[in-house]
């Protein structure tokens, strides 16, 4: 089968596309506007980039309408936001932070979160993710316009949180301790134990 983008509607294009480029990690991003107003919400559409400095990059696509996410809102007025990375067993409320409440809505206190200061930007982290990154925009992009257009937020990690328990024996964190939820095609997620990881360690050239 082959299907031309061009030739379907932007929600047919999600449709197709988001079982295929799966599992996408979450994420949960903390923000603030400039009156101080949080947000509180989950991103699939999320990687990292970069290592000097190191960058992260998540994507708020428009409403129907083409009105932008609170979130985007909020990094354009303020530069600063925390990318909280979402646990298993914290999947149910990420999942109710995404309902579409209005603006002054701060989804911490819809959903039972706990706020802990960051360091170094002023949204708070949220206490039970197993790792936070406070980060400082580095650049917009917006790609389309109109209903559902995307625009990419890019930012800088400037400090990184992790629960000491989540850590292995050489001091890195364990994805296996952490169970990081992703996000699947329709309504399903998955999450990493470490029955479903496994290594392949990076191949070398031999001299000749």
């Not at 599992?23 to 947000?39: D, K, Q, T």
């Not at 400037?158 to 328990?165: E, G, P, Q």
Request: hydrophobic residues 40%; charged residues 20%; proline residues 10%.
């Amino acid at each position: 089968m082959q299907l031309r983008m061009s030739d379907l509607t932007p929600t047919e294009r999600h449709r197709w596309l988001t079982p295929l480029i799966a599992p996408r990690p979450i994420a949960f991003v903390s923000s603030l506007s400039a009156e101080g107003i949080g947000n509180l919400a989950p991103f699939s559409f999320f990687a990292m980039g970069g290592q000097n400095p190191q960058s992260v990059a998540f994507c708020p696509i428009a409403d129907r309408d083409g009105s932008p996410k609170d979130t985007l809102r909020n990094v354009r007025e303020t530069g600063e936001f925390v990318v909280n990375i979402v646990s298993r067993e914290m999947a149910e409320l990420v999942n109710q932070a995404s309902a579409p409440y209005p603006f002054a809505v701060d989804e911490f206190d819809v959903t039972g979160f706990t706020r802990v200061p960051s360091e170094l930007v002023k949204p708070p982290r949220v206490a039970e993710s197993p790792a936070s990154l406070e980060c400082r925009v580095f650049q917009v992009v917006p790609h389309g316009e109109g209903p559902q257009h995307g625009t990419w937020v890019i930012g800088e990690v400037l400090l990184l949180h992790v629960r000491d328990s989540l850590l292995a024996a050489d001091g890195l964190p364990d994805t296996g301790k952490i169970q990081p939820a992703a996000r699947m095609g329709r309504q399903e997620w998955a999450f990493v134990t470490p029955e479903n990881m496994f290594e392949l360690r990076r191949p070398t050239i031999s001299p000749e």
